[in-house]
Every structure is written in structure tokens, then in C-alpha cells.
């Protein structure tokens, strides 16, 4: 991989290793150390991804008018100084407002960083999004492994050290990427239909069908967050064994990651194909899940769910990256980030409502009904948009 491409992943791992200290413990430090109901966490959570959303897009549209390195460097201040001030005032209701600071800062960086990727090394194809997701689950690793250590030890400790990490990622940024703004055409970019302004092109079109699917996806996967990681405390699972969880997932991620691009590689499957085949391992691990009692039970359910989103995550930000036209790279990427955000806003609000309402067994139902939703929206995502099949012959694995 080109050295600029070793810096944008660098930089992933150290951004999302800080965020790791925070994110999986944040309902848990609403309900069990701010004492608010699981609904009211929802909401808390779902501020956070509304917040991430607009970022999401004013980082792409930033990404498109100055080029990455101005663009995630705003995103990284912003998010810098916010969690400065959850460093010293982390109460009620203080930690919602820095919550919501946060999301609008990291969302701004995340599709500047995507784009960079597509643009410093566009013959990459999929191989430079699957080096920014590996990047990010190494992360998650690090970063959940090291918070459920000092959460278990003292619970606000998680807070400086995600403003640690961050300021290592500011430097990181500040001095690796600059010179990674101006961009290019890639011969895939090309081939895609280009229309100025906002027109509503067949390609975009095809990005918000798949964008839904991926959406859905991403609500039922942030259930491992919020109201499952609640249900594995009533079940006297402790919070390093839910911490666990998650570093399994990212060293499975990093370990697993070259060897589901060759099995892809050796089915010759598309994009489309991918994408459907996680979505049914998704659906599998639910299933074990509806029936876990003990850890052993919600360990296999992860490392099932971690098989899943080998096929689903990397895939969609390719798929952006074919279908946008030179000028609107970051756009797209930030339409992508936008669909995952959505997830993350209702997600822990649709679990934490049906679980406050009924029961688990009801939340297991919905979760398996969004994700047949979702392969239906992905089976239809391309029906007008005749790029995937000649574009991936020249971005194969």
C-alpha cells in the first residue's frame, strides 16, 4: 500500500481506539451511574447520531470544496475540545451536550477520511476500503480491551484517555496528511454518470436504496450496545466479559479480514452478492443470540455477527466510491457515513423503547424483520445502474 494510505490507516486505528474507550460503555454509564431508564439513554444516544449525521455530510461537502486535510482537521478540534470538557464535567446534563459536540466533530472526519482513501490510492478499490475498516476495528480492539480495564477500575478515567488518544490522532493528522487534499479521477469515476448540481442521477438513486439496507443493518447491530449489553448485566455478565466481546471482534476482524477477501475472491461474487450473504449471517447470529443465557452463548453469537459484517461493512463505501461522480467523492462518502449514523440514532432508541415495552423476545422479532428488509433493498439497489459488474473487474481484490 502507498505510504499516504499507511497514514490515513494509522491515523483510523489511534481515532477509533480513543473512541473505543467511550462508545460501548455509554448506556451503560447512562443507566447504571447517571440512573436513566433505558428509553431516556436511547434519546441521550440518539442526539449523539443526529448531531453525527450532520456532520457526516458538511465533512463530505467540506471534504469536496478544501479537500481533506482542512476538513478533518475542523472535525478533530471540534471533537478535541468536547472531550476536553467530558473530561472535567461529565454529569447530567452536561454529557449530552458533549455527546452531541462529539458526534458532530468525529462524523466530519470519518467521510473526509474514506474519501482521502479512494482518492490517494484509487487503483486500490475495495483493497483501500478494506485497509480503513481493518484500521478501525484494530481500533475497536485496542480500545474496548483497554476501556473495560479502566472502566472496571474507575469509570471516568475512560474519558481522558479517548482526550489522550485524540490529541495523538491531531498530530497525526496535523502533520501526516497534509498534501493528501488535491484529487483525482480515477478511470472508474469516468465510466459513472456525471450530472452537475443536485440532480437526483440513477447513481445516487442507487446509493440511498443501498444506504437503507445498510442503515438497517447498522440498527440491529448497535443492539450489542445498547439493550443487549443492559440484558448481559442482568444476567451477571461482568463489564469485562462484555468488554471482551469486543476486542474478539476486532482481533477477528484484523485476523479474518484477508481471508473472507480471498473466499470473496473465490466465489467471484459481486458487491451486491457480498453484501446479502453477511446479511444472512447477521440473521444467524440473532438467532443464537434470542437463546444465550451464558457467555459462551453470546461469545458465539459475536464471533457470528463479526463473520457478518466481514461481508457487509467494507463493501458499501466501494460501493459509493464507484458510483460517485470525480467532484462529489466526499459527498458520497458522507451519504454512507450518514446511513450508518441513522442506524446508530434510532437503533439504541427502537431497542431501548421495545425492551422498556415488551420484552427481548420482541426485539429479537424486529431485529429480523429490518434485516429482511435489508436484503430485499440490496437485491434491488442496482436494477438501474449497469456500473457494478464492469467496475469490479478493474477493483478486484
Given amino acids: 500500500m502507498p505510504r499516504k494510505v499507511w497514514l490515513l490507516v494509522a491515523g483510523m486505528i489511534i481515532n477509533v481506539t480513543g473512541a473505543s474507550f467511550l462508545w460501548p460503555f455509554n448506556t451503560i454509564y447512562l443507566h447504571d451511574h447517571l440512573g436513566k431508564s433505558l428509553s431516556v439513554a436511547g434519546m441521550v444516544l440518539m442526539i449523539n447520531s443526529l448531531t453525527g449525521v450532520i456532520g457526516n455530510l458538511l465533512g463530505g461537502v467540506l471534504f469536496d470544496k478544501w479537500g ?42 470519518f467521510p473526509s ?83 452537475k448540481g443536485w440532480t437526483l442521477t440513477p447513481g445516487f438513486k442507487a446509493l440511498l436504496i443501498v444506504c437503507v439496507a445498510y442503515a438497517l443493518c447498522w440498527v440491529t447491530y448497535v443492539q450489542w450496545q445498547g439493550a443487549i449489553a443492559t440484558h448481559m448485566r442482568e444476567l451477571n455478565i461482568s463489564l469485562r466479559h462484555y468488554s471482551l466481546l469486543w476486542t474478539i471482534n476486532g482481533a477477528m476482524i484484523v485476523c479474518a479480514q484477508p481471508l473472507v477477501s480471498m473466499l470473496i475472491r473465490w466465489m467471484k461474487r459481486s458487491l451486491k452478492q457480498q453484501i446479502m450473504i453477511g446479511i444472512v449471517i447477521f440473521a444467524a447470529s440473532f438467532i443464537v443470540l434470542s437463546q444465550a443465557q451464558q457467555f459462551t452463548m453470546f461469545l458465539v453469537a459475536m464471533v457470528t455477527l463479526t463473520i457478518g459484517e466481514l461481508f457487509v461493512w467494507p463493501a458499501v463505501p466501494t460501493i459509493a466510491n464507484i458510483l460517485a461522480p470525480k467532484d462529489k467523492l466526499g459527498f458520497y462518502q458522507g451519504v454512507v457515513n450518514s446511513a450508518a449514523t441513522v442506524g446508530k440514532m434510532f437503533g439504541p432508541v427502537v431497542g431501548g423503547a421495545i425492551v422498556d415495552l415488551y420484552n427481548m423476545e420482541v426485539l429479537f422479532i424486529a431485529i429480523m424483520v429490518m434485516l429482511v428488509v435489508a436484503i430485499i433493498a440490496t437485491s434491488m439497489y442496482d436494477k438501474r445502474v449497469k456500473v457494478e459488474e464492469t467496475v469490479e473487474e478493474k477493483i478486484a481484490v
Fill in 68 to 109: 481533506g486535510y482542512k476538513s478533518t482537521l475542523v472535525g478533530i478540534v471540534i471533537t478535541l475540545l468536547s472531550i476536553l470538557g467530558l473530561v472535567f464535567f461529565h454529569g447530567w446534563p452536561l454529557y449530552v451536550v458533549w455527546l452531541a459536540l462529539i458526534g458532530f466533530g468525529s462524523g466530519m472526519v
Fill in 113 to 195: 477520511m474514506y474519501a482521502m482513501v479512494g482518492t490517494v490510492w484509487p487503483e486500490g478499490g475495495r483493497r483501500a476500503f478494506n485497509a480503513m475498516y481493518v484500521g478501525q476495528n484494530v481500533g475497536i480492539a485496542i480500545g474496548t480491551a483497554c476501556g473495560g480495564l479502566v472502566a472496571s477500575y474507575r469509570f471516568d478515567y475512560i474519558f481522558l484517555a479517548n482526550f489522550v488518544l485524540y490529541f495523538v490522532f491531531f498530530l497525526i493528522a496535523f502533520f501526516g496528511f497534509r498534501g493528501m487534499e488535491d484529487k483525482k479521477e480515477t478511470g472508474v469515476q469516468k465510466e459513472v454518470e456525471t450530472k
